[in-house]
């Protein structure tokens, strides 16, 4: 049986640093949000300088996580029958469409919920932002793509203080 691994993304031992991330079985300890998402995106993150190219690294991420939850609500919502053969083309296309080019109009108002990355819409971009049942992730900088990823329930974040807590 494997058991998690608990460490931080720079070799600190359980329970050093000020934050700890939960992410399935993996549990990560740092003191700096860019190491949290070091974990996630990988080493090379913590190695660029260049506020541009980590943005484009946290997008990158941003799009491959919507895509995988995105695919994972569609797959429950057909086993709740929220889904079947009698639902319309466009909402089928819109849950199903990669995420770059998923357009769902001006208003998603369907119960399975949009994954969408809110970097690809105004005002980064020509397209409008929808409204509507529409769970965003925002690659903008560290914290708000930490924080969506855990309103996601895709991470678990506490900080030390909490630790002493739970």
């Avoid at 919507?66 to 466009?90: F, G, K, N, W, Y």
């Avoid at 924080?147 to 807590?165: F, Y």
């Amino acid at each position: 049986m494997n058991t998690p691994t608990n460490h931080s993304p720079t070799g600190s031992p359980e329970g050093a640093g000020r934050f700890r991330l939960r992410i399935g079985a993996r549990t990560i300890h740092a003191d700096r949000n860019d190491e949290l998402l070091a974990a996630l995106i990988g080493p090379e993150y913590l190695e660029e300088t260049d506020p541009e190219v980590l943005f484009l690294m946290r997008l990158e991420q941003a799009i491959v996580i919507a895509t995988a939850v995105q695919e994972s609500i569609v797959a429950a919502a057909v086993q709740r029958r929220d889904l079947d053969e009698t639902t319309d083309e466009h909402i089928w296309t819109t849950l199903l469409a990669q995420r770059e080019t998923a357009d769902p109009g001006v208003r998603w108002e369907h119960r399975v919920p949009l994954v969408l990355v809110s970097s690809l819409f105004a005002p980064y971009t020509d397209r409008d932002q929808p409204i509507g049942n529409i769970a965003w992730i925002d690659p903008t900088d560290d914290v708000t793509m930490l924080d969506a990823l855990q309103a996601l329930g895709v991470i678990e974040l506490s900080e030390r203080d909490d630790l002493a807590v739970a």
